[in-house]
């Protein structure tokens, strides 16, 4: 007697017997139709995206899959009204460390690791933390993180609006390529189809809010991640690439949350998100 046969004489059985119940063997690769399965094109539901949930006052921490043609992964995004808190530029040369060593540290919220770096660790683009510059600025290409003269937050596109050497930033950190250019639109980026690696962003939302990205798994290609983004639900204005790979990583702690993804290598920059001088709220 064949399989399916055997399965089929097993469930008249039960029904007869013990009222009506599933068949529980089945050919291998053999469709249970009594269950849909996705439809095709869709990304099934993930258990693990629960939508956003706040950590602080002004401050939600959310895990959701992004998709690109194929190729789909998890991504673990922080996101914070930027007038609320601090963001600045830490950089130590002499000193690097793993995100988690930053994070120990420092102690902020939150830290994500910063732009590219040589096997000395200097950087490879501009840097200004409190006033000190280091490097030389990109030219046509990449984006930079700023703070302004005001304490402003600000994602420029160094394509659209180009380092100005007259200008007085209390912080910024420069980086590349940008995914999404300000405006929302998707940039353009060289095909780059065989480099899967782990992945760090830092964006703004239409909102104006900052979202600091990481995907701790090599899911996704740069042309992937950016379309990615852009199709997604969080509404990007613009996003800029950091230095990924060995040096991804991201930590925040609340009372209510935390995150613990730890780059694989020491690295001497980073940003870090800080309550405002002498304030401190759940």
Same mark, same amino acid.
């Given at each position: 007697? %064949?399989?399916? @046969? ?12 013990? $009222? ?20 095709? $094109? ?13 950590? /602080? /006052? ?14 789909? $992964? ?20 002499? /000193? #690097? ?21 040589? +096997? ?17 600025? *990109? ?9 302004? +003269? ?17 200008? +007085? ?55 992937? @991640?950016?379309? +990615?983004? /852009?199709?997604?639900? !969080?509404? @990007?204005?613009?996003? !800029? %690439? ?21 780059? *694989? ?16 709220? #759940?």
């Amino acid at each position: 007697m %064949n399989h399916l @046969l055997l399965c089929r004489v097993l469930a008249l059985l039960s029904v007869l017997l013990l $009222g009506p119940s599933a068949c529980v063997f089945q050919r291998r690769g053999a469709v249970d139709e009594g269950r849909a399965g996705p439809t095709p $094109g869709s990304i099934p539901p993930d258990a693990s995206d629960q939508g956003w949930q706040q950590v /602080h /006052h002004a401050m939600e921490l959310r895990t959701l899959r992004l998709r690109a043609g194929a190729t789909e $992964g998890e991504v673990t995004v922080v996101r914070f009204d930027p007038a609320a808190y601090q963001l600045r530029v830490k950089y130590d040369v002499q /000193h #690097p460390g793993t995100v988690r060593e930053w994070f120990e540290a420092l102690q902020p919220l939150a830290v994500i690791n910063g732009g590219y770096f040589d +096997a000395q660790g200097r950087p490879t683009a501009l840097v200004i933390f409190d006033g000190i510059r280091r490097g030389v600025s *990109y030219e046509g290409f990449g984006g930079m993180v700023v703070i302004n +003269a005001q304490g402003q937050f600000e994602l420029r596109s160094l394509s659209q609006q180009p380092f100005d050497e007259n200008e +007085a930033l209390q912080q910024a950190m420069q980086s590349a390529p940008m995914l999404i250019q300000p405006g929302g639109q998707l940039a353009a980026i060289e095909d780059d189809d065989v480099d899967r690696s782990r992945r760090s962003v830092i964006a703004r939302d239409r909102a104006g809010r900052t979202l600091l990205i990481v995907s701790r798994s090599p899911t996704f290609t740069l042309r992937e @991640l950016a379309q +990615a983004l /852009h199709t997604s639900d !969080l509404e @990007l204005d613009a996003a !800029l %690439n950091l230095d990924g790979g060995r040096s991804t990583g991201l930590y925040l702690r609340t009372e209510r949350a935390s995150v613990a993804i730890d780059s *694989y290598d020491r690295v001497p920059l980073v940003l870090v998100v800080e309550e405002p001088t002498g304030q401190a709220r #759940p």
